[in-house]
């Protein structure tokens, strides 16, 4: 790593250089957020609470909220400011009528779409690397995160390792991660 995410500082392990790359692949993060939400004409806070709903699946505010990692009333705002843009509106549960759930609307799917877009776009570095190194590495991201092997069904059986590579050991699910 050319410049270390913390200056004068030496890695203790290979996991901790580790993370502080995963860190610092992560810099551009929050101005590629901003850029794409004011785009779409958005807070930060609305154009991710707005990618966080599936247009097929009505959910509601409770709902939102544990997948947002929140306090259900915080996202009163951001869902009453995606309702006055015309991008999601509030309906009663047909299966109970006490709980609103929030439908994203025709025009709230195209810029959820556009925010998707901008915010998924990889890096030219991620872009750049092999189709077989992007595999390796997108398995073992996410045995990182979940803690298991992904299902061989869903990724078309394992990626070829690369010539001279170790098979890491997967981690185990209650490995702290941070």
Not at 4 to 13: D, E, F, K, N, Q
Not at 61 to 67: F, H, T
Request: net charge positive; proline share 8%.
């Amino acid at each position: 790593m050319g410049d270390p995410l913390v200056p004068g500082h030496r890695y203790g392990s290979g996991a901790e250089e580790l993370w502080a790359l995963v860190v610092a692949s992560f810099a551009g993060w929050e101005q590629r957020v901003n850029e794409a939400a004011a785009a779409a004409g958005l807070s930060p806070v609305s154009a991710w609470t707005l990618v966080q709903l599936d247009p097929k699946a009505p959910v509601s505010q409770k709902e939102l909220a544990a997948r947002l990692r929140c306090n259900p009333s915080t996202v009163v705002d951001p869902t009453d400011r995606l309702e006055e843009a015309g991008l999601v509106i509030r309906r009663a549960n047909p299966g109970d009528r006490r709980v609103n759930v929030l439908m994203v609307t025709a025009k709230g799917a195209i810029v959820r779409k556009q925010l998707i877009s901008r915010l998924l776009e990889p890096p030219g570095a991620f872009r750049r690397m092999p189709a077989g190194e992007q595999a390796r590495f997108r398995e073992v991201m996410r045995e990182a995160l979940t803690g298991s092997a992904s299902d061989p069904d869903r990724r078309g059986g394992r990626a070829a390792e690369p010539k001279g590579s170790k098979r890491l050991r997967p981690w185990r699910r209650n490995d702290n991660l941070c």
